[in-house]
């Protein structure tokens, strides 16, 4: 798991004490599967509230039924993040479709247009 003493924003918000026993398991299954906590997560964990929205809304539209694939969704994720101009967002969405897809300019193409 990523350093917790390390901040994840340029804010100085304290991440809380103690995770509730569903987000200690949320984050265990990020370092598990990813091998580490990805920093907007982290950056949400000074309130507990704000983490469960933001996973919460997460996990809805990423994992909920829909009809669309997963890969689908994150090369929705990647003209989305595009169009905020969110670095962060693009580089794990980008990772993600080239991921899913087992096709690297793809993921680039979207990424880049």
């Keep these: 798991m ?3 003493s390390k901040n994840p924003t340029a804010l100085a918000l304290k991440q809380v004490e103690e995770l509730s026993e569903h987000q200690q398991a949320y984050f265990a299954k990020c370092d598990e599967k990813l091998g580490f906590v990805p ?6 964990a000074f309130d507990i509230d704000k983490l469960n ?3 919460g809304l997460y ?7 829909s009809g669309l694939s997963k890969l689908e969704r994150e090369m929705i994720a ?3 993040s595009s169009v905020n ?7 794990a969405h980008g990772q993600a479709v080239r991921a899913l897809s ?10 880049m247009n």
């Design 39 to 44: 920093n907007v997560l982290r950056a949400h």
């Design 85 to 91: 101009r969110c670095f962060y967002c693009l580089t």
């Design 59 to 65: 996990n809805d539209l990423m994992l909920a039924e």
């Design 102 to 111: 087992g096709d690297p300019k793809l993921g680039e193409a979207l990424v």
């Design 78 to 80: 990647v003209a989305v």
């Design 2 to 4: 990523q350093n917790k």
């Design 53 to 55: 929205a933001f996973s």
